[in-house]
């Protein structure tokens, strides 16, 4: 099981400092980490988010998670990627950040198909990481995206990503 915790933070400017604190302090659990925000010639948004992948230790996450609920001025979600993971709900017509989550099994035989899918809706992806992962004692990759544009289209490519074998697919969405 791979968990994903997703971090919006309203203001950055007041809230970073103290997010920073206890991602630091909880550094050891953290196995990769995402910040995204809008910049552009015109703004540079007070908003950002993080995504961070986690190592497997329940303990641990359930210390960073009394943390970041400690911090006011952010918002926490999760995302869980395996066999027991829940199947993603259509990204909710409300939503302002999408994050899909895919965690990709047998890589060589599915690689091609993941790959047609994600060229196919290249304009409703505004951010993609891969992470080469070994899990459950398998060769494994994670590969997170970050959604933009028309929802119909998004929720069309988080359905195609479904129906590939081998892919398990989660999504994080924020308001």
């Known amino acids: ?53 986690l190592k497997k230790d329940e303990a641990g996450i359930r210390n960073l998670m009394d943390d970041l609920d400690k911090i006011y001025g ?8 395996g066999p027991e993971a829940d199947k993603p709900y259509p990204l ?16 060589e035989d599915t690689v091609g198909d993941i790959q047609k899918a994600l060229t196919s809706y290249g ?3 505004r951010t993609r990481l891969g992470i080469n992962e070994e899990s459950e ?3 494994t990759g994670l590969i997170l995206l970050e959604l933009t544009g028309d929802h119909s289209e998004m929720n069309s490519l988080l359905n195609r990503l479904q129906q590939i ?4 697919v989660g999504l994080i969405s924020f308001n």
């Open 1 to 53: 099981m791979i968990r994903i915790i997703a971090i919006r933070v309203v203001d950055r400017i007041k809230e970073s400092g103290h997010t920073q604190e206890v991602l630091s302090k909880h550094s050891a659990l953290i196995k990769s980490r995402l910040g995204f925000h809008e910049l552009n010639t015109d703004v540079c948004s007070r908003e950002g988010y993080i995504l961070l992948h």
């Open 74 to 81: 952010i918002e926490v979600k999760q995302m869980k990627l």
């Open 92 to 107: 909710p017509v409300e939503s302002v950040v999408a994050v899909i989550g895919l965690l990709v099994n047998n890589r």
């Open 123 to 125: 304009c409703s992806i």
């Open 137 to 139: 004692g398998m060769d």
């Open 165 to 168: 074998d081998n892919v398990k």
